[in-house]
């Protein structure tokens, strides 16, 4: 034993952190840091779905401006067609369904990435009428 071991003092409270107390954190960090990553994933998700809605919007408004400008009556129905947009092809169906009005109908346009027409990423509704000539 050293001669000087009797005299050192070891003081009742030490500075640092112990080993439970360390891993106790790192445990509290990387919960959180895996509760933000999918929050950011998540949101990163619905960023994505939100653009395809806007995009397929799109595409059938410019379908049903097409068919307010078009004077052929009366509307066909089950028409189908694709436009591209935003560097990718948008497929669209539209849908006729009369009104009590013989003049008037109801187009249901259609829009998804499916050629199948399996997914509908959207659809827009409109009404039209007969174009009377003067």
Known sequence: ????????????????????????????????????????SDHLIGVGQIEDITFATWVANNRLTQLHIDTTWPVKNNQKGEQEMARR?????????????????????????????????????TFIAKQTTK
């Open 89 to 125: 092809k948008w497929y669209w169906q539209q849908r006729v369904i009369k009104t009590s009005d013989s003049d008037m109908v109801q187009v249901e346009v259609s829009v998804g990435l499916d050629q199948q027409y399996k997914g509908t990423v959207t659809s827009v509704k």
């Open 1 to 40: 034993m050293h001669p000087n071991a009797a005299h050192v003092k070891i003081p009742k409270y030490t500075i640092g952190m112990t080993l439970l107390e360390v891993l106790v954190a790192l445990f509290i960090f990387a919960l959180t840091g895996t509760a933000i990553m999918k929050a950011a």
